[in-house]
């Protein structure tokens, strides 16, 4: 009787700290952003959307601010259910799931209201993590069109915050591509967003800095350390700046209006956040973007519709995969779109694992934001998520690969 005592009371025991450790946040030692290998409790997880959406991003300076189309695109539907996502939606961290094909939205999921869905909604500015990067890429072929820039190739050498350093004198293709050198002079340890201490004796992220402050410390009198691919955040931030000082800032922001509400039609207005120790005389912008999700999707829509009509924009974005690298990378994990993807054009994800020749183009972003285009086939997958926690692999690559 007594074993039986003692038995009950050590399930009763165990039975009240799992519910416990299902309603304890965790922080993460007061990082902001959940690390990609945890596995966070629903708690957590609704702490850090609230961070995403109210903190972080949101706190930085704003480089500009571009306002809602007069005349946004409006999409068509014809959806359809699919139980799997469904199940995703309600399971997963995912916050969003759009599937577009033939001019129209086919699959539409948010998160339930009884998950993420008082926070999250179609009105919601989120943030784009590395996606931005590609919509980066997206406004330099703009940049290039208009005659701005002389074309991929164009070496950068009239940029005086460049002199005497690695950057100086490179194409754009080498930048863009991520074939610049610069690998060791990031942190081994989180090579896309810290600087190495033991060759720039600094502990800030990449984000933190403005480009004319990390030229003047982390590089200057840096050379360039052969030609492998090195993924980092500082190369689209200084791409985007460099345009700014081609053209000036307000005819950068000008670009952006034209590009953004005229082109692309966006429904709600577009954060562009600028580094954190921006201020009036030393400001840079960084390649992160705040928008909603119909206006991502709204954004890839605009890429597939250059490419498919075959304006000097989507030229561009074909020279990209002509001119496209292998990554040096561990590709072992295929169910994440960064490590899923073999090769690399332009800040953009290329070669999905089974779609070699296909015109796939693949942008991924930190905690599970994605936007997979099939040129070929006119079909976009977006998700957006708290944590990548979701399959990625059957919800967008498998549907991608199969096609219609």
């Not at 359809?80 to 094909?101: F, G, I, P």
């Not at 052969?226 to 500082?234: C, D, P, Q, T, V």
């Not at 991924?364 to 399959?391: E, P, S, W």
Request: hydrophobic share 35%.
């Amino acid at each position: 009787m007594k074993k039986i005592i003692i038995v009950i009371f050590s399930l009763v025991f165990l039975s009240n700290n799992v519910v416990a450790n299902d309603f304890k946040i965790n922080t993460y030692g007061g990082r902001s952003e959940i690390p990609e290998d945890a596995n966070p409790n629903e708690e957590t997880l609704k702490y850090f959307l609230n961070k995403y959406l109210k903190g972080n991003w949101n706190n930085n300076p704003k480089y500009t601010n571009i306002k809602a189309s007069e005349n946004p695109y409006k999409f068509e539907s014809n959806l359809r259910e699919d139980k799997y996502v469904k199940k995703q939606m309600q399971k997963t961290a995912l916050l969003s799931y759009l599937l577009y094909e033939d001019g129209k939205i086919v699959i539409d999921e948010i998160s339930p209201k009884d998950k993420f869905g008082k926070a999250f909604t179609n009105e919601s500015k989120y943030h784009s993590q590395s996606v931005g990067k590609s919509f980066a890429s997206y406004i330099l072929g703009h940049a290039i069109c208009k005659g701005y820039i002389d074309g991929i190739d164009a070496k950068i050498n009239d940029w005086p915050i460049l002199e005497n350093t690695l950057y100086y004198n490179q194409k754009v293709i080498d930048l863009i591509n991520m074939k610049a050198g610069d690998g060791k002079y990031f942190s081994p340890k989180d090579r896309a967003n810290r600087f190495d201490v033991t060759m720039s004796l600094s502990r800030y992220s990449v984000t933190n800095r403005t480009i004319p402050s990390v030229m003047l410390r982390e590089f200057k009198g840096s050379k360039k350390s052969g030609s492998k691919w090195a993924y980092n955040n500082l190369l689209p931030h200084l791409i985007l700046n460099y345009i700014i000082f081609k053209i000036g800032e307000d005819d950068f922001k000008d670009l952006l209006n034209e590009i953004f509400r005229e082109k692309v039609g966006i429904e709600h207005n577009v954060t562009l956040v600028a580094s954190e120790e921006s201020g009036v005389n030393n400001k840079s912008t960084t390649s992160t973007f705040l928008t909603t999700r119909y206006d991502y999707l709204r954004i890839a829509r605009a890429m597939l519709e250059d490419w498919q009509n075959d304006t000097c924009e989507g030229k561009y974005l074909k020279s990209l995969f002509e001119r496209k690298v292998k990554k040096n990378f561990d590709y072992r994990n295929k169910n994440l779109a960064f490590t899923n993807t073999k090769s690399y054009g332009g800040f953009f994800h290329l070669e999905p694992s089974g779609m070699k020749k296909r015109h796939i183009f693949v942008m991924d972003g930190y905690g599970g934001q994605t936007l997979t285009i099939d040129f070929d086939r006119k079909r976009i997958v977006t998700t957006m998520a708290v944590h990548r926690n979701f399959n990625w692999k059957k919800i967008a690559h498998s549907v991608i690969k199969k096609g219609k």
